[in-house]
């Protein structure tokens, strides 16, 4: 079996819906507090919790917690490197999408 | 939420806060009742102390907000289409106004409400420059447009009207926009908030 092309092969870390919503929502946006982008991917508590940890351990987010108000608030923000795998996963999954759109009428027509 | 919804819940967050725009369109109509000096707006301080009214509320609108949708920054093109969208405003509004209807002597002197109409422009681009424009707005701001353009408005300065028709414009939106908000980020009850916003 052939190897993959390189620029098809995802990032796993990356691709699991949950932490694709978590760095999307981050890549519009300059930081965001944990309430924020629970409302805005519709993840539970303890999902979004996770994911986090696992997406600051790879570098990919900055987590900060402070307090607002005397409550406490845990605001988090992409990391430079997270702002480009970001993108780059985007990019090739654009990318396979047009792949799968150009090899799907040469399927049929065989 | 759809890769799009996700990807736009920055510019969804900072536009769509419709309750925002109550207390924005207020201040429309306390400025047309303060030209008009109706009852105790004609005294300064009591005209003073409802614009305080108003920015306490807004104020007020925004912790709401924080409280229950959470806080972000907007990214650094976000700020850019932001300013972008006052610059234009200030061009249309003040460019648009003397064009149309001035004492300006290259002035068109047209029989419009040259407020309503710059004002509803202004309004369409920027929601289409801020990357936050649904049917609502095209319906609220296209009748701000057409009941300010129709020739309707010779005679008398029309301008203290023509705020009223804001306000007016400003609220109605400002609804249809916290429903839309409210369908992208969910009910205001949706998690626990006050202790959900220090996990991770």
Same mark, same amino acid.
């Given at each position: 079996?052939?190897?993959?092309?390189?620029?098809?092969?995802?990032?796993?870390?990356?691709?699991?819906?949950?932490?694709?919503?978590?760095?999307?929502?981050?890549?519009?946006v300059r930081d965001a507090d944990f309430l924020f982008l629970?409302?805005?991917?519709?993840?539970?508590?303890?999902?979004?919790?996770?994911?986090?940890?696992?997406?600051?351990?790879?570098?990919?987010v900055t987590i900060e917690k402070r307090?607002i108000?005397?409550?406490p608030n845990t605001n988090v923000a992409?990391?430079?490197?997270?702002?480009?795998?970001?993108?780059?996963?985007?990019?090739?999954?654009?990318?396979?999408?047009?792949?799968?759109?150009?090899?799907?009428?040469?399927?049929?027509?065989? | 939420?759809?890769?799009?919804?996700?990807?736009?819940?920055?510019?969804?967050? /900072?536009?769509?806060?419709?309750? *925002?725009? =109550?207390?924005? $369109?207020?201040?429309? @109509? #306390?400025?047309?009742?303060?030209? %008009?000096?109706?009852?105790?707006?004609?005294?300064?301080?009591?005209?003073?102390?409802?614009?305080?009214?108003?920015?306490?509320?807004?104020?007020?609108?925004?912790?709401?907000?924080?409280?229950?949708?959470g806080r972000m920054s907007?990214?650094?093109?976000?700020?850019?289409?932001?300013? /972008?969208?006052?610059?234009?405003? *200030?061009? =249309?509004?003040? $460019?648009?106004?003397? @064009? #149309?209807?001035?004492?300006?002597? %290259?002035?068109?002197?047209?029989?419009?409400?040259?407020?309503?109409?710059?004002?509803?422009?202004?309004?369409?681009?920027?929601?289409?420059?801020?990357?936050?424009?649904?049917?609502?707005?095209?319906?609220?701001?296209?009748?701000?447009?057409?009941?300010?353009?129709?020739?309707?408005? /010779?005679?008398?300065?029309?301008?203290?009207?023509?705020?009223?028709?804001?306000?007016?414009?400003?609220?109605?939106?400002?609804?249809?926009?916290?429903?839309?908000?409210?369908?992208?980020?969910?009910?205001?009850?949706?998690?626990?908030?006050?202790?959900?916003n220090a996990?991770a």
């Amino acid at each position: 079996m052939p190897a993959p092309e390189p620029e098809l092969v995802l990032d796993r870390l990356i691709h699991e819906p949950g932490r694709l919503a978590i760095l999307t929502v981050l890549a519009s946006v300059r930081d965001a507090d944990f309430l924020f982008l629970l409302r805005a991917t519709g993840l539970t508590k303890g999902n979004l919790s996770s994911h986090l940890a696992k997406l600051e351990d790879a570098g990919l987010v900055t987590i900060e917690k402070r307090f607002i108000r005397k409550k406490p608030n845990t605001n988090v923000a992409l990391t430079a490197a997270g702002r480009e795998r970001i993108a780059r996963h985007w990019e090739q999954l654009d990318h396979l999408r047009r792949w799968s759109e150009a090899v799907q009428p040469e399927a049929v027509s065989r | 939420m759809k890769r799009q919804a996700i990807r736009a819940a920055g510019p969804r967050y /900072a536009y769509l806060r419709g309750v *925002l725009s =109550i207390p924005a $369109g207020f201040l429309f @109509l #306390l400025a047309a009742l303060g030209n %008009w000096q109706v009852g105790p707006l004609r005294h300064d301080l009591i005209f003073f102390a409802c614009v305080v009214a108003i920015a306490l509320a807004y104020g007020l609108v925004v912790r709401y907000y924080q409280d229950h949708y959470g806080r972000m920054s907007p990214s650094p093109g976000q700020q850019l289409r932001g300013a /972008a969208a006052v610059g234009l405003g *200030l061009v =249309i509004v003040v $460019g648009g106004s003397l @064009l #149309l209807r001035s004492q300006a002597g %290259w002035s068109l002197d047209l029989p419009v409400n040259a407020i309503a109409v710059t004002f509803a422009v202004v309004m369409l681009a920027s929601y289409a420059i801020w990357g936050v424009l649904h049917a609502h707005h095209l319906v609220v701001w296209g009748s701000l447009f057409l009941a300010g353009a129709l020739p309707l408005w /010779a005679g008398a300065d029309p301008s203290n009207v023509g705020l009223v028709m804001c306000g007016v414009a400003v609220i109605v939106c400002g609804v249809f926009d916290h429903i839309a908000f409210v369908r992208t980020f969910g009910p205001r009850d949706l998690p626990a908030a006050g202790e959900g916003n220090a996990r991770a």
